[in-house]
């Protein structure tokens, strides 16, 4: 059966999707009016090993959304009765929906609408016609806090660091280059390495530190109880294990690089948690002007000296 926007899965995607399984499944809920869609959606992911459930507009996904936990939300944007934007924003406005990880589905003609729904706060897209490999690709990084619960949990953190007295890091690392990356081995080579960077940062960190896609190709890793010295070992050892891995296909790998900026509790006394973050966005873009591939702390004769603004004015 031939549906629009959906490109069969190959017996090579098959075994691929089945050879990454995951052991605690996330509970997804998917958003298409077109039954046909909806159903071959449902298919792919409950294969792989989520629990599914489907809506066929907004008003009925809300419904839904307000009855059960869900962690991940997939939708087309044009829908009847409540489009993808207006769910956007009727999610991002109900506190108790606001750390669902949102990926919107769009068609490629209409760039404007990936624009304006990442505005309004979805955390990421997928453009027509997809595979079903690339697909899971996106709903795989939502192993990680997307940006909305992670900066509430930051406040947390640092809310607590500071009423104890304790020490508290982040580290923001972008992939190097990723553009080049993109284009080099497709946006699926890209999609596989923003997965393998998110499960090196599952597998270094230890169960009280957090991480979060923070942006295209940019994550934030926050680190409770650990000074300035301990964070850039952490940082070199992320650094580190990423320079080693092995990306994209079997028959066509690629290493790729990553810039880490590191700013500490234990080195300046910041005011909020947002000050903080934006003295490790200087440190990094400190770390990018400096030829990238590198760690870099907030030091504040350096930053002084290079004057350099943050990363994201």
């Known amino acids: 059966m031939a549906v ?28 298409e009016d077109h039954p046909d869609q909806r159903d071959l959606l449902a298919i792919v992911l409950q294969r792989e090993g989520y629990q599914v459930a489907t809506a066929a507009n907004g008003v009925e996904a809300l419904e839904q959304l307000e009855r059960d936990d869900f962690q991940i939300v997939l939708s087309d944007i044009m829908m009847p009765k409540m489009d993808g934007f207006e769910l956007i924003k009727n999610i991002r406005s109900n506190p108790a929906l606001k750390a669902i990880y949102v990926i919107l589905i769009t068609a490629r003609i209409q760039e404007g609408d990936r624009v304006r729904g990442l505005d309004l706060g979805a955390d990421d897209y997928i453009t027509k016609p997809f595979s079903f490999s690339e697909l899971l690709a996106r709903v795989r990084l ?32 972008d992939i190097d280059n990723f553009k080049t990356i993109n284009d080099t081995y497709g946006h699926h080579g890209g999609d596989t390495a923003l997965i393998k960077i998110a499960e090196v940062l599952r597998g270094i960190t230890r169960q009280s530190d957090f991480s979060a896609r923070f942006g295209g190709e940019e994550f934030v890793l926050v680190l409770p109880e650990t000074d300035q010295e301990s964070a850039l070992q952490v940082a070199t050892k ?17 290493t790729l690089t990553v810039s880490i900026g590191v700013s500490s509790t234990s080195e300046k006394s910041y005011s909020d948690w947002r000050q903080m973050l934006d003295a490790a966005d200087q440190a990094l ?4 002007n400096r030829g990238k591939d590198r760690v870099e702390p907030w030091v504040a004769e350096t930053i002084a000296e290079a004057n350099l603004p943050p990363a994201h004015p």
């Open 4 to 31: 629009p926007g959906l490109e069969l899965v190959t017996e090579m995607e098959t075994s691929a999707i089945a050879s990454n399984r995951e052991t605690k499944p996330l509970k997804v809920l998917i958003i």
């Open 285 to 288: 873009y400190l770390a990018k």
């Open 238 to 254: 992320v650094h580190d294990e990423i320079r080693i891995c092995r990306f994209g296909k079997p028959d066509r790998t690629f």
């Open 142 to 173: 939502t192993g990680l806090y997307n940006r909305r619960a992670m900066e509430e949990k930051f406040h947390d953190e640092f809310e607590r660091a500071k009423r104890y007295n304790h020490a508290l890091s982040v580290l923001i690392l």
